[in-house]
């Protein structure tokens, strides 16, 4: 807040107090203009407003506060000819307090402003360029790139390189694999995290400045606010709070903050404490984004442990990935094997028919000759029986077993027997004959007639014979000889 004391220049107030001043200020004049001389010196170098509402305005008059407070009882009057320096001075001082006080702060709070919206588009910014970063590599990481793709990486690298100067990547219009690309991913982290602690340390020390100007006026309370009228009240113990404050970490002037809250009495206190406390923990929410970003890049944990939890689960992706593309090589591979065998199988058993037709082939033909000869020296029934079994075993695929073999010779036995019945004997044969010539009368040799008891046993035999063939034959049938 603004001091709101006056100097008068008008020459009768000077003429009344004159002589008082002289009197009361004998011991102090010499100390006193020392001390205007320094006020002067200091209050010239500072520039004016920062020094003049800082509570070193008290400090530098030093022994001149003896004299000021002499005439605190009315208006500060012109000094006389020995004090003509802090004339000139105090009325620039005044002037100050009265205007660069209210310009100071709402200076702070300009800055503190625009800071925080160059902060929010800073941000803004840079997760753009994080996007653009990610869709970079994402492209870099393809076998081949299309030409929408090449010249959409051709675009994301030339806004890059126009905003970071050194970024250093160059794109193979044949290929589209990029160079630099790692190497620029790391500079443009750097570089993003230098920016962004720049502007949050911009911020931490404007809210700095300005919560250490609404602590100090606190500290030294209304007299110092309103005027110097109780610049003597105690301003040694004050002057010392204040340059313990100034010289306290953040988390302690909150701490001290927040103490003057609790024993605050007036609203002025109760909300100008407040306002210092949220400040402050405004700014030592700023202090562990700079901590955070120094040490892991991020500027919080919560986005530090994001970033890592992201990481770990590309990484996890990666493996996964990695896993599947192992189990289907496997599996392919096991496919592969599987229809190698299969077909190797299959060329081996193509193989192995054909010799074995071969060899059937060449059994037959030698079975068929040999079956020719002893069927032709009366061997018609050991002819029969090889065939058959030459036919099972074939069939089969390999040597038959004695009660297959024993079941085959039975089956053909029957069968034989059936086929070849009538083969010794002409039933019609049997009939009786009567020679031609002997029926027309041409002869007289008598006629031989067979006897009728015996052509009816002959055709008892016969009949018995061939019934006991197809009896065998059908006791092999239903005893299984027709299963091979």
Known sequence: MPATGKISLDASDYKRTLEEVRQQTQTAAADMSKSVQKFGNDFGKAGGALKAISGEIAGSFGAAGKAISAVASGPVAALTAALGVLVTIGKTVWDHLTVSAEEYEAKLHAQIDAEQKRLDKLREVQNEE??????LVELNQ??????????EAAYLIEVLSKRYKDFGVTLDETTGKMQGLELAERRL?????????QSLENQRKNMALLSNKDAEDLIYGPWYQEGWDAITWNRNKVHQTKWDYMKMSTPDKLAFAQNRLENATTDSEISGWSKVADSLQKQIDLESQLQNLRETGKETEAKHATELKKSAQESRKAIEEETKAVERFNAERERNAEAEEKRAEAAARADLERLQRERNAEQNERQRYRSMA??????????????????ATQKKGEELTREEYAKVLRLNNAAYDLQNIGTGVNVADLAPRVNSLIARGGSNAPVSMPKIEELQSQS?????????????LLTAIENGGLIF
């Open 460 to 472: 008892v035999n016969q009949l018995k014979r061939l019934n006991d063939a197809a009896t065998r």
């Open 142 to 151: 393809h076998e081949s790139l299309s030409n929408e793709e090449k010249n």
């Open 130 to 135: 994080a996007a653009y970063m990610e869709r």
């Open 374 to 391: 002893l069927k032709a020296t009366g061997q018609g029934r050991l002819a029969s029986n090889e065939e058959a079994i030459l036919a």
């Open 189 to 197: 982290n750097e570089q993003q995290k230098a920016q962004l602690m």
